[in-house]
């Protein structure tokens, strides 16, 4: 399980995460909803390791986070997918994938696991020659995803998924979440597509300017009335 205890984090002077707690229980999908700059970004980005506390606790199988290398926290199995996808679009998709595995030794897993990806996005290994920039946004998102996958997480963090694609594709990307957490994995997931988001998430957290002020599962969020409000335009 993730636990983050009484968590602060200021950029510049700026109080971005204001003694937040929050759970992610093994093998459940959680979300963290908000407008844009409240916060749910950095919440990431300090587990991952990209961003330093301020002050607060954040542990994972009861071992501390905080101050761990990156390539700690990726062996410790927690893997993210960043806002904006970020793939090496001058290499192919196979290539991206394998970029995925870096820290494995196991070869043959690798090439299981590649198997794995190409069977939860079909659409990858029909392009699994092509360079990632020339693939659409929709792929390039499967991409990010499939390239997390190939560290092998216990829990994979997702930054905007659905972020700038179609209504089609962002419900291929929700269906593909579910998958992976009924094959799992834990998931901890940010998105600006509320309705979306609660709707498939077991419980989500409610973060306003670096503050959590409201919790549920996420069947009693969607029905709660300041959340229709403020977030699923009800």
Known sequence: MLKIKDLHVSYGGIHALRGIDLEVPDG??????????????????????????????????????????IYKILEMGIAMVPEGRRILTNLTVLENLKIGAYLRKDKAGIERDIQWVYSLFPRLQERSWQLGGTLSGGEQQMLAVGRALMSRPKLMMMDEPSLGLAPLVVRDIFEIIKEINRQGVTVLLIE?????????????????TGQITLTGTGRELLANEAVKKAYLGE
Do not use: C, F, H
């Open 28 to 69: 459940k999908i959680v979300t963290l909803i908000g407008a844009n700059g409240a916060g749910k970004s950095t919440a990431l980005r300090t587990i991952s390791g990209l961003v330093k506390a301020e002050s607060g606790s954040i542990t994972y199988d009861g071992k501390e986070l905080l101050g761990q290398p």
């Open 192 to 208: 600006q597509n509320a309705n979306m988001a609660l709707k498939t998430a077991d419980y989500g957290y409610v973060l306003e």
